[in-house]
């Protein structure tokens, strides 16, 4: 991507302030995070009691919020991008501009630990991952989603992905994709018992959006989103592109 006349490398932070209208735009280049999003929030279970924190990391624009309404948490959101947290706060987020890998929270602050399409953005994801569990609380929840480092996963992700609509060019650092296996090890290091899953979109759904979507867009009208269902994100067998992991932080 490029800002300011310059060609940013991939990966580069910036980017998300050249795309702050994008973000809660349902059919626009974040709309994948729109379907993510959902799926996390069904992993997270009603607040155990009043006032449970959850902390959500790389929280970008908010985009979890909505999917935790009724769920009883005080939400708060960390990122770097000034511009997306703007737009977190004004969906009832409050936010923390830090980075994932030196959080200015307490220790064990925190009855959820979302950590949504971030590792995969983070230099030093193990250093993330030590903070997700430092801030869980004995019995805590950890939540994430992130890409495998994987050559299939390079290939989708970012060969194939990143020419579609619904993925920014050079959003992503392969370099940085996160092994699921090292990852299990990792919170298991700090005390985190994590399960993994492969997830998808499921491929009629996105199919009928991409539909919709390019009609939208040949109409040239003020309405440009999508009318129906988005995509379900659904488990499947393989976790060499996509996973979502769940896990307790031991007592």
Known sequence: MSAGGRVLPPNDPRQYDDLADEWW???GVFAMLHWLARARAALVPPAPRPGALLVDLGCGAGLLA????????RHVGVDLTRSALAQAAEHGVTVVNADATAVPLADGCADVVAAGEVLEHVPDWRRAVAEACRLLRPGGLL???TLNDTVLCRLLAVEIGERLPTVPRGIHDPRLFVD?????AECARHGVDLRVRGVRPGLRGTLRWLVRRARAAGR??????PAGPAPEIKPTWSTAVLYQGRGVRRG
């Open 25 to 27: 735009r349902p059919d």
């Open 66 to 73: 909505p999917h935790l309404t009724g769920k009883g948490y």
């Open 143 to 145: 939540v994430l989603d």
């Open 180 to 184: 699921h296996r090292q990852l299990i």
């Open 220 to 225: 040239r009208g003020p309405q440009s989103t």
